[in-house]
């Protein structure tokens, strides 16, 4: 499956965005879906992730509350909703797909093997 992440932007703090994650090649109904982020200079975190058969959802500490992941298998597309941003939200924003029909390994920690190329949030006033 190949993933292309976009919706990405310039947002004031306390604003929104919805980020897309359209996939091709591949129905999504068999892979779990996460989203991670890397902001300069630090490390790639998880922010959230979504089993296969969608009965499992993580979201990290830091966003938690605020971020809403979801997915829409008929459009082969993943969502991340973003509400109320802050700066510290800043970073690329990459999704991230894992093939597992049994969806039993879906968490922000575990292998993701297929990528899309990032999308830039910046929370900026």
């Known amino acids: 499956v190949q993933l292309q992440a976009s919706g990405g932007g310039l947002v004031q703090p306390g604003g929104s965005l919805r980020l897309s994650c359209a996939a091709s090649?591949?129905?999504?109904?068999?892979?779990?879906i996460g989203w991670f982020r890397q902001a300069p200079g630090k490390e790639r975190e998880g922010v959230s992730s979504m089993s296969s058969n969608l009965e499992t959802t993580y979201y990290s500490d830091s966003v938690k509350g605020r971020f809403t992941i979801s997915r829409d298998n008929n459009k082969r597309t993943a969502y991340l909703q973003m509400n109320n941003l802050k700066h510290e939200d800043t970073a690329v924003y990459y999704c991230a797909a894992s093939y597992d029909p049994y969806g039993l390994a879906a968490g922000l920690r575990a292998e993701y093997h297929h990528w899309g190329q990032g999308t830039l949030v910046t929370v900026s006033s």
């Open positions: 090649g591949d129905r999504l109904d068999y892979y779990n």
